[in-house]
């Protein structure tokens, strides 16, 4: 997955594919957040960009948000385990976390992820998050996590999507 390959064939998958192109040219923006639409392209983008950080030779990593949950649950009842794991994503200086908030979400979920956003938030360090949830929607889960992401994206780099087709259902993927 790269900028190269990503189908640009409707003017909104070139305006998605442009904005994510600017986030990388930003100084001060710090969150990139893809939101919504199942199979517009959100992860193809996010790690395109997160190629793009690597190729500037920037510490990165990247992490599925089920995945990541899973990892730290398992070691909720042991505070060192739990920051040791969480700290190994808050702290790289570029994380991409994909399909935030996927699934059912527990109060433990819900703090796990301010966990890692208010790390992330406090040390200005570079995130590209995806979600089939819109910003309201996040706003509705927690807003101390969303309005964070907010802040750090400049909402610039709020990217709402909510009329693309599902290029997969097109027999394109």
């Known amino acids: 997955r790269d900028f190269d390959n990503y189908k640009t064939d409707t003017r909104a998958r070139e305006g998605l594919k442009n904005k994510c192109l600017e986030f990388l040219q930003q100084d ?11 199979g517009c392209g959100k992860t193809h983008l996010a790690v395109s960009i997160l ?8 510490k990165v990593n990247s992490i ?3 995945e990541l949950t899973r990892k730290v649950s398992s070691n909720a ?5 739990y920051f040791s794991i969480l700290g190994k994503y808050a702290n790289v200086p ?8 996927k699934g059912k979400i ?5 703090k796990q992820m301010y966990d890692l956003i208010n790390t992330r938030y406090e040390n200005g360090r ?13 706003m509705n889960i927690d807003e101390a996590v969303a ?10 780099f709020i990217l709402n999507i909510t009329k693309m087709e599902n290029y997969r259902l097109k027999g394109e993927a």
């Not at 009842?77 to 385990?81: F, K, M, R």
């Not at 309005?147 to 610039?156: H, N, P, T």
């Open 28 to 38: 001060d923006a710090k969150t990139i957040a893809l939101l919504g639409n199942v």
């Open 126 to 138: 570079i995130t590209i998050i995806t979600s089939e949830r819109v910003i309201d929607e996040l």
């Open 64 to 66: 599925n948000y089920t």
């Open 147 to 156: 309005s964070r992401i907010v802040e750090m994206a400049k909402q610039e």
């Open 51 to 58: 190629k793009e950080f690597a190729n500037q030779k920037k």
């Open 106 to 110: 527990t109060e433990a979920n819900i």
């Open 94 to 101: 570029v994380l991409l976390l994909d399909d935030m908030f």
């Open 77 to 81: 009842n042991d505070e060192i385990a």
